[in-house]
């Protein structure tokens, strides 16, 4: 059994066609598609693709897809925000409540009510997501941040709360005292792997009050661009603190 005090190493051999999430630069491509593809078609497959791509930065274009002149593809975007599954859906498609379409307004109100339960989940713990750190200044600022936006969707589909930014302390202990939950502070690198590839370091400490280390995870690989790689490791990372720390 692992101790959460202990380094945890898990090593991931990624390669290029193996990786079965979507790439940054085919979220971008898919979003363009689902904004000028010139046939309802291309645009329907597109918001579809997003959907399944597990990446927050789909969020954005599906919601956008919702104000499509076809309804066929406001549907799609629909449904695609229902199983991307991210929070921040909810809004887009509130706004989207009195859609005249009936086969899009179906998909609106089942994504609507698939997120709101998601929403109100009982929480298993409150964590702090701290800044992700690039230490290996190589890495755009866009992808380091892609990176702690897919740490952030791994924590609440593992059933975390996130702390706001700059939480006073007498707020997150009432929130730990209302919900009966445990805190953690998560303060994650970006480091050069020693294969060439890459490494997420993550060190989990107790929140809020005095830092205190609880333990690390260190997942690495290589074998793929930064970004795919980024892409592995973000929720690997979490799977480990699960873990470690009994999440699940």
């Not at 579809?48 to 002149?69: K, N, T, Y």
């Amino acid at each position: 059994m692992r101790s959460p005090s202990h380094l945890v190493t898990l090593l991931l051999l990624v390669c290029p066609a193996t990786v079965l999430a979507q790439t940054d630069p085919e979220t971008a491509s898919l979003a363009r598609r689902l904004k000028q593809g010139a046939e309802p078609s291309h645009r329907v497959q597109a918001a579809r693709v997003l959907g399944a791509s597990e990446d927050p930065e789909a969020l954005q274009p599906l919601c956008a897809g919702l104000q499509d002149e076809s309804g066929e593809v406001r549907a799609a975007a629909a449904g695609a925000l229902e199983k991307l599954g991210e929070l921040g859906g909810v809004e887009c498609l509130e706004a989207r409540k009195d859609e005249p379409d009936p086969a899009a307004k179906a998909a609106v109100e089942s994504a609507l009510g698939h997120l709101r339960r998601l929403k109100a989940r009982p929480p298993k713990l409150y964590v702090m997501v701290g800044e992700v750190k690039d230490t290996t200044g190589t890495l755009s600022p866009e992808l380091v941040k892609a990176t702690e936006a897919r740490l952030r969707r791994k924590l609440v589909q593992e059933g975390a709360w996130l702390a706001p930014e700059k939480e006073s302390e007498a707020a997150a202990k009432g929130v730990l005292r209302k919900k009966k939950l445990k805190g953690y502070r998560l303060m994650t690198e970006i480091r050069p792997g020693p294969s060439g590839g890459l490494k997420l370091s993550v060190m989990c400490l107790n929140y809020p009050g005095k830092p205190n280390l609880l333990g690390t995870v260190e997942v690495q690989a290589s074998g793929a661009e930064p970004y795919e790689l980024l892409r592995a490791l973000a929720p690997g990372a979490i799977d480990e603190l699960a873990e470690s720390f009994k999440w699940k």
